[in-house]
């Protein structure tokens, strides 16, 4: 079955302190996997894909088949970041997304 | 371009009324999405439409009804509202191969 977890509901991290939300996956087959964010009051946005292995707001996420996981990870978290995170997987067919439960991110100064 | 529009933004409902919640995209996008988002819960797929003129179920469909009316609207009915359905409501949509565009969401409270 295809799932997404989330082990952690809420972290807090200081401002300046590094960030890793862990995002784990079962799938069978090569994943399409996602990072969406909620900021307070605005709608879900996409914050990465793996397959663009890009930097976005200065996050990154590496997909680890190995261990199937896709850990978001942010060396320095600012106050902005405060916001709840979801990772998602594309199904099978590629057309819909199954989102995990979500983490919500704290940072305080 | 207004990208993806819900209504209602909040909407109150006794046990037993019905309603509909529309949603509307402006990007000719094939496939579109009804999530529901509660606590602890994240966000769970009730139904969604791959193109026009097809539905399928996600999750969660019990209770509710959708429409695919053209490409561009899609929506999302609750013939006869219980309690449990208290939650927000997200439409998105997207092109094959693309990112999701979510709306602002509907905040329903069932009574």
């Known amino acids: 079955a295809q799932r997404v977890t989330q082990p952690e509901k809420l972290l807090s991290v200081f401002k300046g302190a590094p960030v890793e939300l862990k995002c784990n996956y079962s799938?069978?087959?090569?994943?399409?996997l996602f990072w969406y964010v909620q900021y307070s009051r605005q709608r879900l946005q996409l914050l990465l894909r793996?397959?663009s292995r890009e930097s976005i707001k200065g996050f990154t996420a590496d997909l680890n088949k190995g261990e199937t996981s896709f850990h978001l990870k942010k060396p320095f978290a600012q106050e902005e970041d405060s916001a709840m995170y979801y990772c998602?997987?594309?199904?099978?067919?590629?057309?819909?997304?199954?989102f995990g439960k979500g983490t919500t991110l704290s940072v305080s100064s | 371009n207004a990208g993806v529009t819900q209504t209602p933004k909040f909407q109150v409902l006794k046990t037993g009324q019905s309603m509909t919640l529309q949603c509307a995209q402006d990007?000719?996008?094939?496939?579109m999405y009804w999530y529901r988002q509660d606590p602890g819960m994240g966000l769970r797929l009730i139904y969604y439409?791959?193109?026009?003129?097809?539905?399928d179920k996600g999750e969660v469909p019990n209770g509710y009804n959708v429409s695919r009316l053209n490409k561009r609207e899609f929506s999302l009915r609750l013939e006869s509202a219980a309690p449990s359905q208290t939650s927000v409501y997200f439409c998105?949509?997207?092109?094959?191969?693309?990112?999701?565009?979510f709306g602002s969401g509907t905040q329903l409270s069932v009574l």
């Open positions: 998105a949509s997207k092109s094959e191969g693309e990112k999701l565009f």
């Open positions: 799938y069978s087959g090569s994943p399409e």
């Open positions: 793996h397959i």
């Open positions: 998602a997987l594309a199904d099978q067919a590629g057309t819909a997304l199954i």
């Open positions: 990007m000719n996008h094939n496939s």
């Open positions: 439409s791959a193109s026009e003129g097809t539905t």
